[in-house]
């Protein structure tokens, strides 16, 4: 079947059989391969993109219901080549490690941002509740969307996180302030 | 000269976070196919006939592989990282549930699955051996028919430690307490599954693989020994790894059958296992039934400890550890206490289960041990009626013990244990704690605190005493400084989200008075690094990171007699500090690193034998392990009317030595903490007694969320490892294997009102319930 679908923008045409995932389509049509496949059930999240707007996951969802709709992934979140104060967020307070959950956990981030421009660190863990990350023990992950919140609304972002250091190892940077330049490359 | 230490942010987030991560199901070739793998529905069963005919004649499908098509090449069986063999298509029969049976290389993923329904095998099912504890049974199946001389289903006895010494002790003892308790089986689950994609080259006959692959160079090695192929026409890439944990060190069935259907087609072709493959068939971690006694003074000197171990491997001995410790590290079962004697035993066997054992950030075994002996403490505070702190306080290794060596061998390297320990109870505010716990339970509420002190030994290993398949746990690096002071530093372990693209830029910058952006990390690709033995164990740091720092100091050196060249002096007359070699006495007499390096590229006149230009190789052979320690608190809320828990904090203090990324370190830290926590509380490949699988998919194998995680409080201490060349320590699998008995005392500390002693992992709100009913549950085994 001929399916339209909207991403980041731009407007893609394809045959597709009827079956296909949304998640195939992206990957493996339209090769947006940053959002991820993690398991067939619903659970992990690692292939949360937007749909009209709204955070699905994007392997329960067929190609064929994207037609005629808007899909935004995690390469539609920079703009004009400016990261999303999400992408910085992670980027600056470590809240990724081996970054396969982090396209689903960045797009579900930057809906909450933008319902809620500053969540809790509680209202952020039950955000992002329905997505697994294997590395990080979800700590970092909060302080990044604090981070990026923080950043939205032009507030100081919030310092260095607090440990007991006991011994002779350098003081920790703490994450630099979002007034210096993205420099992560 | 600003220290290149500290924490900077990851030089690989840049395409992470924009979504330009390249792993290996992103890897797509010109004329790709794609595989899938049809898996035994039975766990042990005769294979009586697998009919291809209709598979065959799907449209899309380009090949069918079975285990008849691979012995034809003698590939149906590969050897294990255990010296046993593997099925990689079944021939005889299957053996587990989720066992690879047939092949078929199609030209989508979709038509590849459909054409997986069309290959029709009938099996006749035999008796299934889903408890490990019936294995030795005169009457249990025989799962090992393939071996010769198999009779029945024991792999191995093993033991260390002094039995007599120990048995003396537990003689003339005050007390001794025992307890049984499972580990059980659980999965590394990363959120990336295995897969590959396999291309051999049909004129050059080199063989490239995108692997999900935690060990390339190893993996390459191997698949030259088993494929017959050269190995200098084998280039393993390990792209971009979405979290190994252990998961990604073994090469798996589904690996070859992409070589092969990529000899057979002609064509680049792309396997990549579902959620519920990697579940069922990859390698699993723990399952380890162990019987723990430890022997005390009535006033709390802990003299010994016995350990008595069933260890479950699955239908294959696929466990991955130094081929001398087929328990692997266990027997540093004593964990950080002073004891006179140990001993322990281990026997292997086969169960009809999926095989595997060494695959979850345990230190080749060291969270068995941790587990069972900060069990057996918790078990013996009771029994003295003492504070758990204060009895691990007493029996800790004191500093000045330090290098320490352990009833069972270990050289314990350096530590300050007391000092962690105090700094977590501080922290936690424990003696407040415990009063607070005493007012909630005058008032029927139940929290508990459980602590836990943990010694790991990383870093494996000295070539003497350790190596896999008869390859040597060492490690190269090679680093090339370029004209204008610029480097690329090669090595042979690779990162699956440890960040080495940092640490290790950190690591030669600080050697060499660069910054680390000047220094580019080159890892996971046979072809352009070193050789060595990979990611795991906690070994990058300790190892690689030392290849590292090696390769940078002969650099050094070298730089010294070309700076001495330069500047018309003596290399002894030459002193390095801030950042350069200048004259001793004459700061202003200097070089920088970048100076010296085109120079070193130049016409220079350099003494006789030395050569030009800028760079060095080098191959680590660790003197010992590193042995990083940690002390553990967690509390928890306990709901007495449905037995759930909540974990309400978990202060954690790590000692690793030297960090030369704290933000790096401490994130590893953290992702352990939420592993201890899930192991702990909800993660559990359970079977039934038919074999069935019952945590294949993430509906049913459960993993903490944000939710399940308190915020992390972390501690510090930093005692330098001796013998490394920056003084680290390894850090990855410390809170993964030091934090679930922090949990689980805690649980039972909840419990003690109710008169529970011990019930094993997880502590899911049913186990509880079942415990506060004193009717115990096996958390490995459920009816059929």
Redesign the interface.
Known sequence: MQITVTVNGTSYTRDV?A??LLI?FL??EL???????????S??G?CVVWLDGTPVKSCTVLAAMADGRQVR???G??AAGQ?DPV??G???C?G????????GM?MTARWLLDHNPAPT?AE???A???????????????RSVLWAAALVRGDDPPG??A??????????????SPAKPE??? | MK?A???????????????????T??V?LPGMLHGAILRSPLAHARIISVDTAAAEAHPKVRAVITGETLERRKLAWMPTLSRDVQAVLATDKVRFQGQEVAFVVAED??AARDALELIDVEYEPLPVLADATRALDPDAPLIRDDLAGQRDNHIFDWSAGDQAATDAVFAAADVIVTQDMLYPRSH??????CGIVADLDQVSGKLTLWSTSQAPHAHRTLYALLAGLPEHKIRIISP????G?GNKVPIYPGYLCAVVGSMLTGKPVKWVE???ENLMSTAFARDYHMHGEIAATRDGRILGLRARVLADHGAFNGSAQPTKFPAGFFHIFTGSYDLRAAYCEVTGVYTNKAPGGVAYSCSFRIAEGVYLVERMVDLLAAELAMDPAELRMQNLIRPEQFPYTGPTGWEYDSGDYP?ALR?ALD?AGYDALRREQAEKRARGEHMGIGLSFFTEGVGAGPRKHMDILGLSMNDGADLRVHPTGTAVLGISCQT????HETTFAQLVAEELGLSPDDVEVVHGDTDRTPFGLGTYGSRSTPVSGAAAVVAARKVRERARIVAAAMLEAAPDDLEWDGGRWQVRGDPEQGRTIAEIALAAHSGLDLPDGVDGHLDAGTVYNPPNLTYPYGAYICVIDLDPGTGEVLVRRFVA?D?CG??IN???V???V?????DGVGMALMQVITYDTDGNCLGG???DYL?P???E?P??E???????CPHHPVGAKGVGESATVGSPAAVVNAVMDALRPFGVRHADMPLTPANVWSAMQGRPVRTDLAAS
């Open positions: 059989e079956r296909l195939h990957r493996d090769r947006l391969t940053g959002s991820h496949w993690g398991c067939d059930t659970n992990c690692a992934t995690v390469e979140l920079a990261l992408q910085r992670f980027a600056e470590h990724l490690q081996c970054g396969f959950c982090t396209p960045m660190p952020i863990r039950e992002l509740s329905g997505q697994l990350c294997r590395c990080t023990g979800y700590e970092n992950i909060v260095p996180p440990v007991r250091r006991l011994g002779g190892s350098p003081p920790a940077a703490g994450p630099p420099g992560a490359a | 220290s230490y500290g924490s900077m942010r990851r030089k690989e987030d840049a395409r992470f976070v924009r979504g330009l991560g390249t792993f199901d992103d797509a993923a979709y590394p689950a990363p959120l990336e599954t971009d790894i979405g979290g944990f579902d959620r519920s000092r700094l922290m699956q989200g440890q960040g203090v000692d030297v960090r704290p933000m790096i401490e994130g590893q953290h992702g352990g903490l939420a998919s993430f509906m993993l969320t944000s939710l995680c915020s992390w972390l501690g510090e201490t930093v005692t330098p």
